[in-house]
């Protein structure tokens, strides 16, 4: 037995340990050398050695991703190989019924004379297939599927990801296993990523498996954790000590071990081939509704004991299919290829089609990017192209059916003018977007109307597309600020109006002079200031003076700003047409509610996280009364974190907070040192 100065010297090296693996992994920021950790690393572990009493179940020793180790995910090996314990396997496809149904003919003639044999049915997510290894229940490295035998370490993103638990909670706990499953993102994620992106004018991701990709092979692990990541896990690979029985069970395993997995309405287990179809059939038919995209279903034999006597082929299982759905795609022609102008003036080509249906859509349109993109498809006008839509994603061209070209069509050039406004279009060096710098340009003031009256900034009512569209022709908005000076008379006379619609109009106007800073700051489209960005901004200056004020160093000098947005906020704020706008909206009665600080509030000096999600209180209202109280709110934990608030599906962020031993608290202590009720 160790004496009681060993065991303390062993926690304190596992603390110091942890403290220093949370600066590097998390952080970025190292404080010892490599060389300095290690030294800290082996002293714990020859202590472990010499006193095997002192080993705990997650010590860093046991952790294969540790840089001491070497194994798995230092900085200069993020990224390196990782050998799956058991081969990771593709799947055979079934493309119809009829091949659905000769599949079924072949297990059940191959299982014999076993018992009658049950299926489980699940979705087939359209990302990229990882594999995540837990050791004593602790998440141990991460990596890639690769070319199935050997994959790429990315523990150091992977773990970014908040629905990932650090460590498996629930009954059963095997003492190693492989977890299978695909990362992905969200069609609304995607979107508002894409969003982003464009609005820093960096390359958008055409589909979630890119998005994916893109996200986790990053070097700064800080940047995944910035990306809208999901994760289900569907399979086993290696799994030692307590074991599931089939397939059903591991997926209420995986709930019940805190592991996301496919939500319960989309899988299901069926004792009959033709339950299989019914199931196939109800899934395509809300295939277009569904929060993610999804490719086809995968049905699998279910008990384990089952699939190993059918075993596998040398790349498949026999025991398992993927049922593709019909692809959305199809073939037309291209008519014309405009222009279209964004925000902030990026010039976006667009393919005008010939109408074709897609999975039940008539699609007119389809989005070329940017102007390397049709370069590099070398699409031109006349081409029969290849068209794909998949859920909200705008449908995109993805290739040209050169052999159906005829005759000679010219390829297409950049504009040298904006198409709205005529002014000349730009590409800065390094940019990947043409951009009209024209302040004047008509199709980026309707553009920057809309994103003003949208939900998340002004939340205008009823200030749809249409109505933007008929407001700037008329002449009656040129000025965000004119949208507060509106006369009823004017409003219904536009076409669809009429007095009432006229008369919510301006109530929804008149109600949005109250929106609180930071929505106003979001509204006014600032570059690379989203949401977020607005809430940090508005939480730390507290007033809409004091923004505009701000220098760039004191800018960058907050937490979760950056030099691009610094950079950004300052250029908007100099710019006197800006300072005039905001102005003009103040005289019209907007008020840019400031931040309301009760000097020495309850959270004063405090830094928070929110993670999962709270019984009562959305993530917008519970940053509010933080900020209001005096908080900080940040987006990842560190060892500068003061209290991590947890609500249901609290993953990662919380099992880190417990890591570093930074303070859990749920949503009932968070109101209560708040002082606020619901
Ligand atoms: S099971 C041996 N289940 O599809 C069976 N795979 O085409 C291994 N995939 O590499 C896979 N959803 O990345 C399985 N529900 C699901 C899936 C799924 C997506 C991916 C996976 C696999 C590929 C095979």
């Not at 596992?14 to 220093?20: G, K, M, N």
């Not at 910035?226 to 591991?250: D, I, K, M, N, T």
């Amino acid at each position: 037995m160790a004496d009681e100065s060993t065991r303390a010297r062993a926690d304190e090296l596992r603390r110091e340990i942890e403290r220093h693996n949370a600066l590097y992994y998390i952080e970025d920021s190292p404080e010892i050398t490599d060389g300095e950790y290690d030294v800290l690393f082996r002293e714990l572990r020859a202590l472990e050695e010499a006193h095997p009493d002192l080993v705990t179940a997650d010590s860093p020793t046991r952790r294969v991703g540790s840089p001491g180790k070497g194994a798995g995910a230092a900085a200069g090996e993020h990224l390196g190989p990782v050998r799956h314990a058991f081969p990771m396997l593709s799947l055979e496809n079934a493309m119809d019924r009829s091949e659905i149904e000769a599949w079924f003919a072949r297990t059940l003639a191959a299982l014999g004379a076993v018992e009658p044999p049950a299926w489980t049915v699940e979705p087939k997510v359209d990302g990229l297939g990882v594999e995540v290894v837990y050791r004593g229940g602790a998440l141990e490295v991460a990596s890639t599927r690769g070319d199935g035998e050997v994959g790429q370490d990315i523990t150091r993103t992977l773990v970014t990801i908040p629905s990932v638990p650090a460590r498996l909670g629930g009954r059963h706990v095997p003492s190693v296993v492989d977890l299978r499953g695909e990362v992905f993102m969200r069609r609304e994620d995607l979107a508002r990523l894409n969003e982003a992106l464009e609005e820093a004018g960096e390359p958008t991701f055409k589909n979630p498996r890119n998005a994916a990709v893109g996200s986790l092979r990053q070097k700064d692990p800080r940047v995944s954790a910035g990306r809208p990541l999901a994760v289900a896990f569907y399979a086993l690979g290696r799994c030692e000590g307590w074991r599931p029985r089939g397939q059903a069970g591991l997926l209420a395993w995986m709930a019940d071990s805190g592991l996301p997995t496919h939500p319960a309405d989309l899988w299901r287990s069926c004792g009959a081939p033709e339950e299989v179809l019914d199931f196939h059939d109800q899934v395509l038919a809300r295939r277009d509704g569904l929060p993610f995209e999804v490719d086809g279903l995968v049905v699998k034999l279910d008990l384990f004991r089952h699939q190993e006597e059918l075993g596998e082929r040398s790349r498949s299982p026999r025991w398992a299919v993927a049922w593709k759905f019909p692809p959305l795609e199809a073939a037309t022609r291209v008519l014309a290829i405009d222009a279209q102008v964004g925000r902030t003036g990026t010039i976006t080509p667009r393919a005008v089609l010939e109408p074709v249906a897609i999975g039940g859509v008539t699609v007119r349109h389809a989005t070329l990017h940017n102007f390397d993109q049709v370069r590099r498809l070398d699409v031109r006008v006349g081409d029969r192209v290849v068209v794909t839509r998949a859920g909200d994603v705008i449908p995109q061209v993805v290739r040209v059916l050169q052999e159906e070209r005829r005759g000679e069509p010219a390829p297409l050039a950049p504009p040298a003018r904006c198409p709205a406004c005529d002014s000349p279009a730009r590409r800065e060096e390094g940019e990947v977007y043409l951009r009209c710098p024209s302040a004047a340009c008509p199709a980026q003031f309707r553009r920057r109307l809309r994103h003003f009256a949208q939900k998340s900034a002004m939340d205008i009512e009823g200030l749809g597309e249409k109505l933007v569209d008929q407001l700037v022709e008329r002449g009656l908005v040129r000025d965000l600020a004119d949208l507060y000076a509106l006369d009823a008379r004017s409003v219904a006379e536009l076409e669809r109006m009429g007095e009432r619609s006229a008369a919510n109009l301006l109530a929804a106007v008149d109600a949005s002079r109250g929106r609180p800073l930071a929505r106003c700051l979001h509204a006014l489209g600032v570059r690379h200031v989203g949401e977020h960005v607005a809430e940090v901004l508005a939480g730390r200056f507290g007033g809409i003076d004091g923004i505009m004020d701000a220098s760039r160093e004191e800018l960058e000098a907050v937490h979760e700003v950056g030099p691009a947005v610094a950079a950004s906020v300052r250029a908007f704020f100099e710019a006197q047409e800006n300072r005039a706008l905001v102005g003009r909206l103040r005289g019209r009665g907007v008020r840019f509610v400031p931040v309301e600080r009760r000097t020495g509030g309850a959270l004063e000096g405090l830094t928070l996280v929110f993670t999962g999600t709270l019984p009562h209180l959305s993530r917008g209202r519970a940053r509010a009364l933080a900020t209001a109280a005096g908080a900080r709110v940040a987006g990842s934990v560190s060892r500068e974190t003061d209290y991590v608030v947890a609500g249901e599906e609290a993953g990662a962020k919380r099992e880190r907070a417990l890591a570093l031993g930074v303070s859990v608290i749920d949503e009932a202590e968070f109101l209560r040192m708040t002082g606020a009720s619901l």
